[in-house]
């Protein structure tokens, strides 16, 4: 399989190469050059095991059959202290809360949060790669709280990979921060910045944009525009919905940040997948929920805090990947709409393109007292505490649900107990670490607090990367 870039201007390049550099270098991202089928049938997939139905995955992304995936695969969800084969409702659970509607439970992982499931493939799945070409990476990391953490959990103690976590300096929870200066692992080396999240990410381009530096650090980046991601992000999707397809398509609901999780429901559904419609659940940077509504693709003029930090995003990367799909692979187009884009601060999307997103996806906004409302009552009327970001996509009924046939599965996205003050506020309980994690706040911290000054990031990198050349 091929994968070629939104925007047109790169060439080609091979599965390892899309997830290894992560971004294409014409500033596109990288999309499969067709939609591959996933060669296992409906059966096993519902009632197989979660490695499996990742190696097929992993066979349709890279060129089946890939000798290697199962392997791969097998590392990434088994787990070192239990070499038993996990069924998926041990790594995704799925939980029923009346006739119709499901929660799917996505922070189950080392991490507590829904990154954890795709970042446990990428650990084994860069290993691999790296050890066939026998290279070593630097990988980066720009975090506003739950990447970080599922990046280390996954890339701790890997011999061929430096992790450096670019974490702003009291910008993220307690909980957040220490699953990124806990690990105690040396390739792991966590970054205080005394700045905020965008100017994290801000210095992370700038370290990928020298050129020179990149090459000789062999930088590459783990969020989630990498292939990667979205790859392993489907599984679970076409997992949930073989079970529960008996009476038709099933629908999703899934809080959204970066469209990375949307677009891969959205890719398990071209995959054959029984899916009906996805909805997206958004705070108040509703970008994409604007977009369906109105038809104009539209920066707000500032970004907003809310209860679910995670869902922060103005411009949602992942979305260029839908847009191309919308505008029939028209590469071209979506070159020219993004530099409108970068001049204007918005667009409007084509008549057409409009229809095929309405057709795939319904989008509904919620407020922060809406959320602290949801977390509430879904905790008085069900025994279910919520994290915010899930208690965002568990509104989605108030606005967004009269668009959808039942059934629906609501995607969770992190334990409550990462967001502990939040979900006490709006429901009295303090929820508690789950038992493997109760130690975290004994575990010694490790990290280096540095200023907002990007030649102190490179020269620590330079000092401690092995990859650095
Ligand atoms: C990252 C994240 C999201 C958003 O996922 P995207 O793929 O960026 O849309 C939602 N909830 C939680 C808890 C997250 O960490």
Redesign the pocket.
Known sequence: MRYVSTRGRAPSVSFADAVLAGLAPDGGLYVPETWPQLQSSARSIAFGHYASAAMHALWAFAGAPWEDSPKIANRAYLGADEPTPRWPLVVTPLAQRSPGAWILEL?HGPSL???DVAMQLIGPLYEHLLSERNERLTVLCAT????GG?AVEALKNRDRIDLFVLLPKGRVSDVQRRFMTTSGAANVHAIELDADFDACQAILKQLFADRDFAARARLSAVN?VNWA?IAA?CVYFHIAAQILCAHGPVNFV???????????GFVAKQMGAPIGRIGIAVNANDIVARALKTGRYERAPRSHATL?P??D?QV?S?FERILFEALDRDADHVARLYDQFAQSGGFGIPPQALAFLRDHFAAAALSDAETQAVMQETWEHGGYLA????A?ALGFGRDGAAHLDAPVVT?A??HPA??PDTVEAATGVRPALPARCADLFDRKEDFVSLPADIEQVKALIRDRSRAWR
């Open positions: 922070f949060a829904f990154k506003s709280g739950d990447t599922a989630s991601r992000q899934v809080p959204t940040g970066n469209f990375g999780d949307a677009l891969s679910s995670a869902m995003i949602p992942n994290c915010p970001h899930t965002v995607l996205t992190a990462k967001f």
